[in-house]
């Protein structure tokens, strides 16, 4: 190697050298010990001994009702996100783009304005929206005449995850609908006047000729509402309250921080939580890999 490549090669590394130590550091090493420490059974409690346990930590997670519980929760979050944020998102971005709505931009800023407040607050303001003492009983007692009458459906374990889910609709619809406006100002406006020169109805429009074209877009939408679905935390936190009503609409990230930092056997088991969160991990990658698969097939593109 000659003098002059060899100092390019020192320039270059000195260049990534930094942001590469900063990435091993933050992002790698955590994971790599993730991983190390659920094949243990660390304890703080026991001044940090611990031993090689093999799969135990994995074997107690898949025996745990309350594992499967969140899980399923879980999945009618990322249900919620895949299947109601990004199609509603779509279909308001549409309509602005096309114009079918009076007064665009104060329609846009009212469905964007969520994403200004944090989920802690929306979570509290929901909380108390749907309490036993909360606006909506009062509005129902008033509609009913009944004086008893209650908000029930944060109180029991079949409903209690509606509540959530149009607070996720109402928080996150907006970002995906700006996502989605943002593409469809780059499609070339004689490809639509082309359509209904043809005689294609808004209808058709759409979907022959709005949504090919932004499938590549749906796909990158639909692996960020995967990924924030499954480590959604603060939301779900802030709108339950502790005990029976936070154990029916338990989350994944709420079980892994309960185990881990707030263990109702008074022992925070940092292991077991790494074992969650590692299954969260791979459950994540998973269901990204079968969007990719999906998109795959109806050659949407593909997110390596």
């Known amino acids: 190697m000659n003098p002059r490549d060899k100092r390019k090669l020192l320039g270059y590394a000195g260049f990534i050298a930094p942001g590469l130590a900063i990435y091993l550091f933050i992002v790698a090493y955590p994971v790599i010990y993730s991983i190390g420490l659920s094949f243990t059974d660390y304890n703080p409690n026991r001044g940090g001994e611990w031993s090689f346990v093999g799969l135990l930590q994995y074997k107690t997670m898949f025996s745990n009702p309350m594992f499967w519980h969140s899980l399923k929760n879980n999945m009618i979050v990322v249900a919620v996100s895949a299947f109601g944020q990004i199609p509603i998102g779509f279909a308001l971005a549409y309509i602005l783009y096309r114009g079918l709505v009076k007064g665009r931009d104060f329609f846009q800023s009212m469905v964007f304005l969520p994403q200004f407040l944090s989920p802690i607050v929306i979570g509290i303001l929901f909380r108390k929206l749907v309490g036993a003492d909360g606006p909506v009983s009062r509005l129902l007692q008033l509609m009913s005449g009944d004086p008893g009458k209650q908000f029930t ?10 509540p959530i889910a149009f607070a996720l609709l109402w928080m996150y619809t907006g970002f995906y609908m700006v996502i989605f406006l943002a593409n469809l100002q780059k499609i070339d406006s004689h490809v639509i006047e082309a359509a209904k020169i043809d005689g294609a109805s808004e209808t058709q429009i759409f979907g022959r000729v709005i949504v090919p074209m932004l499938s590549g877009t749906i796909l990158v939408t639909t692996i960020l509402a995967i990924a924030g679905s499954l480590k959604g935390f603060d939301l779900i936190f802030a709108i339950t309250t502790e005990g029976l009503q936070r154990n029916n609409a338990m989350v994944l990230p709420i079980f892994m921080y309960q185990t881990a930092f707030q263990d109702y056997t008074n022992t925070m088991r940092f292991a077991f939580g ?15 890999g079968v969007a990719n698969a999906v998109a795959k097939r109806f050659n949407a593109g593909e997110i390596g």
């Open 153 to 162: 459906l944060m109180l029991k374990s079949g409903t209690v995850m509606l």
């Open 274 to 288: 790494s074992a969650i969160s590692n299954a969260i991990v791979v459950i994540s990658v998973a269901l990204i």
